[in-house]
């Protein structure tokens, strides 16, 4: 079965470094999606993505974070400075369409430690 | 911001036990999905409900959504180790993201 796959699947790094946290969605899939769930809180949601451009964005996604997908396969998460609230597990998602009732799939996660 | 609250928090219940789980909002959903998520690794959907007063039945889990669509139960039937997980309820936003709960954390004990 199609999954999305994620790495990596830790990621340690020093506050103030960037860090890109990858992502390859399920092929045929169309919409693409970054998540956060800090320790112990909600899942929330980052940014979507479609057509090589951001749909949606929160609060959370701020100057600090970027989007990109580079080819036909990969779809990255930058953070360009981060600090040590970033820490967090990171998921990627994807769904083949934006209809009400489509599912959205979800990568294993990477967790990023920033220290 | 359209909160949704999921009760109990936690769940702790022996294998074979019945139990229901449960997910509010004050404000209408257009579509309600569960999810389980396993400790570290990714949600995965359970159910997609979208009609007011709907039932799906997916073995012995059993999701109901309220009529007036702002509420949605989950009961499962003689519970198994195996259904351990946190579950979470999620709505659909303008820009198809999704808004989780907070989560019920179920463990089914051996």
């Known amino acids: 079965e199609p999954e999305v796959t994620q790495t990596p699947s830790h990621q340690v790094t020093q506050m103030g470094q960037e860090v890109i946290l990858r992502c390859v969605p399920i092929?045929?899939?169309?919409?693409f999606y970054w998540y956060r769930q800090i320790l112990g809180q909600k899942v929330e949601f980052l940014v979507s993505f479609y057509n090589n451009e951001i749909s949606e964005k929160s609060e959370i996604f701020d100057d600090q974070f970027s989007v990109e997908r580079p080819d036909g396969s990969n779809f990255t998460l930058k953070i360009r400075s981060t600090k040590l609230e970033d820490s967090a597990m990171y998921f990627c998602?994807?769904?083949?369409?934006?209809?009400?009732?489509?599912?959205?799939?979800f990568g294993p996660g990477t967790r990023l430690t920033v220290l | 911001t359209q909160l949704l609250e999921q009760s109990p928090q936690f769940l702790s219940i022996q294998e074979g036990e019945n139990l229901t789980v449960y997910c509010n909002s004050s404000s209408v959903f257009s579509s309600l999905q569960w999810y389980r998520q396993e400790p570290g690794e990714g949600p995965v959907l359970l159910v997609t409900?979208?009609?007011?007063?709907e039932v799906k039945k997916l073995k012995r889990l059993t999701f109901q959504f309220g009529d007036a669509r702002k509420d949605s139960s989950l009961h499962i039937t003689a519970a198994q180790p195996g259904d351990t997980g946190l579950y979470l309820c999620t709505r659909r936003g303008s820009a198809r993201q999704l808004t989780f709960g907070s989560g019920t954390q179920l463990t089914v004990l051996p």
């Open positions: 409900v979208v009609t007011g007063g």
């Open positions: 092929s045929n899939h169309l919409y």
């Open positions: 998602a994807s769904s083949s369409s934006g209809l009400t009732t489509d599912t959205q799939y």
